[in-house]
């Protein structure tokens, strides 16, 4: 399968500029995946053999920047989109991970001793996600482990010993669950065995990445799938308990049938792939039955009260993690929204309010789920939102720019303390 016309333009940039200034560069990981699997992949990620102060001389301190401190990657920011450009890494050998604090239990929380092209490959998850593209040379697909082989066959298979992979870094259970929802995968024996032993072992990894993950799959364009298997693995129960223990109650049905709706509509480009959006679809029916058992259509009043209980419902979907306060005001607000597009008539506020569309697409997928008249979309003037994936960067910035506008829940104004005043620390005001 020739993938070499398909690649986007920005990228190869990227290797070429890196290729060029003496060092080797590929295309590496999913996008190479997706790309032979006949997809558009979402992103590309680019591994390279300079170390990230390299690829920063390369591109210029204004372009590019270095992240991370379990893993340092770097951003490349070209055009519009920003690129992770990860340097070659290899396993670190047991001597130098003993005396690491941090390190314990098998687990592996720095992953930054550099290496080959072929020790980089030796260090990924699995065979399907461990391909390289060769953009500027003549080799093609670059592929150690089999991982054509076992696209062809969909099935995900460890690289190394699945205990010890998943022992060093659990989220990669997680990962291996995704491949098999995203691309109707199956998990190979070894791996399978090695899940089914060690799935209580998701909760050792650290919780914003796990949220992170769950991000990432509710954002997706197959997060009912990924859900679904998850919950099969018997893993949803660890990474998402609320949605877990409701998944055959009213809530995460209906859930579950919002959450098909707008992946199939994502999927169809005629949604975009808002994060709001995202985190709104599953929790709206959570919050109807915590707002108002009787009558999901009637209106919630919006009062300190409401507010109270919607916050603390969203709090109790995402038990467990620190859901950043951004997002649960956008879930709110989404929410809150369903219901005054279902009174008649439709205040004009809330037809102009800066989260309509994302409403109107619950509203809309409520309406297919229930078989509602469909004259309730009519007075629902439709905007296109038909907009291309936006990289996750971006997207923060639009969200950013999003909450600013929305009309702010009643809540009391801080009072500004006086220049040179400091807050009382904990300790001053026990009095110590
Ligand atoms: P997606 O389509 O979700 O972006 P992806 O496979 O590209 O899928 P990324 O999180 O972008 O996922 O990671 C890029 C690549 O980095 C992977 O394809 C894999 O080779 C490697 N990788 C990511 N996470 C891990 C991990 N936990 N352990 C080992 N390798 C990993
Ligand atoms: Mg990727």
Known sequence: MPIRNKLKSEPCAIV??????????????????????????????????????EIRA???????????RRFRLTHVFFKKDIYEVSTFRRC????????????????IWRDNEFGTLEEDAARRDFTVNAMYYDVIGDRGVIDFSGGQKDLKRKVVWAIGDPVQRFTEDPVRMLRAVKLCGQFDFHLSREVSKALKAMREKITLASSS??????????????????????????????????????WEESEGVL????????????????????????????????????????????????????????EKAIRLIFDGYALPKFFANR??????????????????RALSHIEYRHARALVAMLVEIFSWNDNILAVLPEINVAVPPLPAQSEDAIDDADAGVIPAIPHKRRRRRPRGTRKPSAASSQGA
């Open 16 to 53: 070429r500029k890196l290729v060029e200034s003496g060092y080797e560069a590929y295309i590496v990981g999913g996008a190479v995946r997706d790309l032979l699997l006949g997809r558009e992949p979402k992103d590309y990620d680019i591994a390279t053999s300079a170390s990230p102060e």
């Open 58 to 68: 390369v591109f210029g301190r204004r372009n590019s920047r270095i992240i991370g």
């Open 92 to 107: 670190p050998t047991e001597d130098e991970r003993r005396g690491r604090e941090d390190d314990r239990d098998g687990m």
């Open 209 to 246: 990445r796990l949220f992170e993950e769950l991000l990432k799959i509710l954002c997706s364009s197959k997060a009912e799938l990924v859900l679904s298997r998850l919950q099969a693995y018997g893993l949803l129960e660890y990474i998402w308990p609320v949605m877990s223990q409701s």
């Open 255 to 310: 859930a579950r049938q919002l959450l098909s709706i707008r992946d199939r509509e994502v999927s169809a480009g005629n949604l975009g792939n808002s994060r709001g959006l995202a985190l709104a679809t599953p929790c709206l029916p959570f919050l109807m039955s915590a707002l108002n058992p009787q009558d999901m259509t009637a209106f919630w009043k919006r009062d300190a009260n409401t507010d109270a209980t919607a």
């Open 331 to 348: 879930i709110r607000n989404i929410c809150y929204l369903v219901p005054r597009l279902l009174a008649r008539p439709v205040s004009p």
